[in-house]
Every structure is written in C-alpha cells, then in structure tokens.
C-alpha cells in the first residue's frame, strides 16, 4: 500500500476497535501521540472514550511526562499516570539483553490491570513496522499481553508516522525520539539512577545548544557522543566548552563518535528477526 492507502486503513482499522472504550499506552513521543489523536477522533465519532495511560518511570529522561500530560489535554484524552521503578521490580539493574523485554512485561502487565480496573478490554500502543525490523525485545511481551499495536499493523513507518502527524498538526511532530536511559550503557553492566541522572542533564544541555538527534553513551569513564553527521562541524566549533561541560558530569574522557547518531548502537552485536535476538 501507498501512503495514502495505509492512512485510510489505519483510519478504519481505529474506528473499528474505538466502537467501544480503548485505552492507549501513551508517552508523548510522536508514535503514541499519533495513535492517540487518531484514536480520540474515532471515539467521539463513536461515542466512546479514550484513556491515556502514561507510565512515569525514573528509566526515562526528565520533562516527558509533562509533554505527555500536555498532549493528552491536546487530544481531548482522559489522562492516566501511574508510578513504576523498574530496576529491581522488572530485574534489570545488571541491564540483561531481554531488559526491554523485562520491562514491557512488568509495564504493560500493570496497563492491563488498570484497564481491567477500568472496564477497557482493548489496550493499544505506539509501535510502528520500523521497530519490527530491529532489536526490540519487548514486542514479545506485547504479543504475550495481547496489547495491540495498530501502526505496526497498518504498515506505518517513523517515516509515515512524522508525515502523518505533521498533517495533523500534532506539537510534537518534530519532537526526538527520547528512549529509556538505560539503552546509553552496554548490556550487562550495573544501572544506577545518579548516572542515568547525569546522562540525562548532558544530553539535555546538548539539545538546548541546537542538536536535535542526541546521545550520551557510556563506556566506563568515557562518553561517547552520538549527533547527527550534519551536526559535528557545529559541535567541534564547541569543543571546548563541550568537553568542559560532560568532564564536570563526572567524566573522564569524552569522544565523538564519527559514524553518528544511530538508534540502537548498543545492539550491534545482536543478530535480529522481528525484534528479536537470534543470537
């Protein structure tokens, strides 16, 4: 299918499941944004409602759930927050391969509950055919769940996703993705929140100085710096000021990595089949 085609069916296929109360896992990142707007409007069509449910987690960067809050109110959604620490509760703090995996299990297991709580039978989420095509352990979760992931259905792309929302006119049609902190430090090594903290506060600085696609990954003492390849003339007319301000988050050496921004550096010795490690 074309765009357009895959557009209408996403349309239909959305109306259909909101003939009755849905609930969508919502972070406010574009994918989630996107469903939930498209879901509301099939809802009111419908009379029905929509519930966004956020989950607010010390994993992920600082100020999300307040665009998530914002969004939801710009949808027209009743908003849902609940609080989870996942470190020890999912058993990720020596961060596993299937940590994703982990997560989503123990996050959606708790969405479940809630919409059980709630009298919502159908719980839906963001995920889109890009994400099929990588290390997305967590997939198997979902599927394990039976939580739905229309766009990944539909054939929608991040591509389709950004096109589609600026259509909209979503205010986060351009937002960065922002994954959990614990994919900027390698498998198997210990998590602890002070540096996942600290990685935060850098990548958020370096995205105030302009740079849109940001990563802080950490290999022991070193950062290794991941920016878009457009972006690094810039940010070596900073180096400076740039080394100075990682070194005082606790750093000892700070590197750029030349092959650039990439999702999911940290995966590249995991052979994948439909978001799954093979090897």
């Not at 009298?119 to 997305?136: A, F, K, M, P």
């Not at 995205?207 to 940001?214: D, E, K, L, P, T």
């Amino acid at each position: 299918m074309d765009y357009e085609e895959k557009k209408q069916a996403l349309k239909a296929y959305l109306h259909e499941l909101c003939q009755d109360n849905v609930m969508v896992a919502f972070s406010g990142g574009v994918d989630s944004s996107l469903l939930l707007s498209l879901c509301c409007e099939a809802a009111k069509e419908n009379g029905t409602k929509v519930t966004a449910i956020t989950v607010q987690t010390r994993l992920h960067p600082h100020g999300d759930a307040d665009i998530a809050r914002r969004v939801a109110e710009e949808a027209g959604a009743r908003h849902v927050v609940i609080q989870l620490d996942e470190l020890d509760a999912a058993d990720i703090r020596m961060n596993p391969k299937d940590r994703c995996y982990r997560c989503k299990r123990l996050i959606f297991g708790e969405l479940t509950k809630k919409a059980k709580e709630l009298g919502i039978t159908c719980v839906i989420e963001g995920t889109n055919s890009d994400d099929l095509q990588v290390y997305r352990p967590g997939i198997r979760a979902l599927a394990q769940l039976g939580i739905l992931s229309p766009l990944a259905k539909q054939g929608f792309t991040k591509d389709d996703v950004r096109r589609m929302a600026q259509e909209m006119g979503l205010s986060v049609a351009k937002r960065a993705s922002t994954p959990c902190m614990a994919t900027r430090f390698p498998y198997n090594t210990r998590l602890d929140y002070e540096q996942m903290n600290r990685v935060d506060e850098a990548e958020t600085w370096l995205r105030g100085q302009g740079f849109y696609n940001v990563r802080l990954r950490v290999h022991g003492d070193t950062a290794r710096l991941e920016i878009d390849a457009d972006d690094m003339s810039r940010l070596l007319t900073m180096r400076e000021t740039v080394v100075e301000r990682v070194k005082a988050m606790g750093f000892d050496y700070v590197t750029l990595d030349l092959e650039g921004f990439r999702s999911g550096s940290m995966d590249v010795h995991i052979n994948v089949t439909n978001g799954n490690a093979t090897s």
